[in-house]
């Protein structure tokens, strides 16, 4: 149900015998970057890639997301079936005026239309679904059901296409095709052939990122700390190829143990008056000034990943709660909270920070109050005939004090007593 597309696709420069014959010039899903390999500023450590903004500008990395939403109009016993229409206001589950706004008579959308979250594709009403909606003798006719078709909470793009047609059961069946442009940004994912993956971790105005005396400025500029352990010499011999290919206008042949031998693309570069190791001499950007050491320049092949930070970014305040724990729900779908896992915790055990882990995790998580027994240390119970909380333990001859836990730790206890095991708290005065 979704696809990308991939908007400049370029022929690898250095490509394989068995590219050419899985035909992949033809259907590319890449473009060739001019890499640096150079610790920089800072801003690529751990993988993460900087990237010139002046070419993400002119293209490069920009794609099309594709999302299809899809309806059927199923037949039911008694001739009632799914009908495509504006709903109307009052039937079940109704959206509001604004979401079917898009919507032209025959309930579906027009093409071309920006949409936003929330928005509604294909208006549909569905009969009722069990025999109690229909609510007797005094209703003319069955309670509808609003069960139309909406864009994802986090998406906006435009209507690429609607498709009508029928299934296999000859049910009407709609898709409508969502699309979106997609800008590399902080936190997309890109990966050379090598395996060599990576997020953007700073975009630079072309300007300040550095240059060569020839005038060349990269596209990318990676660390040179994600090659020794990872051993991946191969992309250091693709880069050497596929700036000998760049220069001399012809694709380098890469096929495992029939290639090019690096000796002859040196040898290339050498012709070119280009230093046959790969490095060049380059000047910072921003102070005009040389580096001390030669920078390895090259030209790589890379890939954009599924992986986009538009797709995963999240935040919530207040909402939904799991029925169980009574913990915030998981999950960016369901609008859950973030996980303040063991780790987060321990920071603010380490820096004494207790009314701040009082807030996150008690009370602005799953706070309860249980009403326990001082003598037995026991949950007790409330008497609806004499209007207290007792123990069924100890008869009413202790006191009943109530104590603000974790749900989640009630839940423990309940568990425990579910395995024959009985728990019991031991109480004492809370500290002014």
Known sequence: TRGHLLHYPQKPLVATKPMQVIGYDERPAGQNYVIAILSSIGYNMEDAIIFNHGAVQRGLGHSSFFRIYKS?????????????????????????????????????????????GGDILIGKTSPPRFMEDYRGLEVRGPQLRDTSVSVRPTEVGMVDSVFITKDIEGS????????????????????????????????????????SASGVTPDIIMNPHAYPSRMTVGQFIEAIGGKAAAIR????????????????????????????????????????????????????FYQKLHHMVVDKIHARARGQVQMLTRQPTE?????????????????????????????????????????????????????????????????????IEPVTISYAFKLLLQEMQSLCLSPSLVLAKEVE
């Open 72 to 116: 059927i109009c199923k037949q039911y016993l008694g001739g009632s079936k799914d009908r495509l229409t504006v709903p109307e206001a009052g039937i079940r589950g109704y959206h509001g005026a604004d979401a079917y706004r898009m919507l032209e008579s025959d309930g579906l959308i027009s093409t071309e239309g920006a949409v936003t």
């Open 172 to 211: 009407q069946l709609v898709k409508v095709k969502v699309r979106s442009h997609r800008v590399p940004e902080l936190g997309d994912k890109f990966v050379s052939r090598h395996g060599q993956k990576g997020v953007i971790g700073m975009l630079v105005p072309q300007e300040d990122m550095p240059f």
């Open 331 to 399: 999950g960016r779908a369901r609008g859950g909270g973030l996980r303040f896992g063991e780790m987060e915790r321990d920071c603010l055990v380490g820096h004494g920070a207790a009314m701040l882990l009082k807030d996150r995790l008690l009370e602005e998580s799953d706070s309860y109050t249980i009403y326990v027994c001082e003598r037995c240390g026991r949950q007790g119970f409330y008497d609806v005939r004499q209007r207290k909380y007792t123990c069924s333990t100890c008869e009413g001859k202790s006191d």
């Open 249 to 300: 206008g012809e694709i380098v042949d890469g096929t495992p143990f029939s290639n090019e031998e690096p000796k002859t693309l040196q040898e290339h570069l050498l012709s070119f008056g280009l230093q046959p190791g790969g490095r060049e001499i380059l000047y910072d950007g921003q102070s005009g000034k040389k580096f001390e050491a030669e920078v390895f320049l090259g030209v790589a």
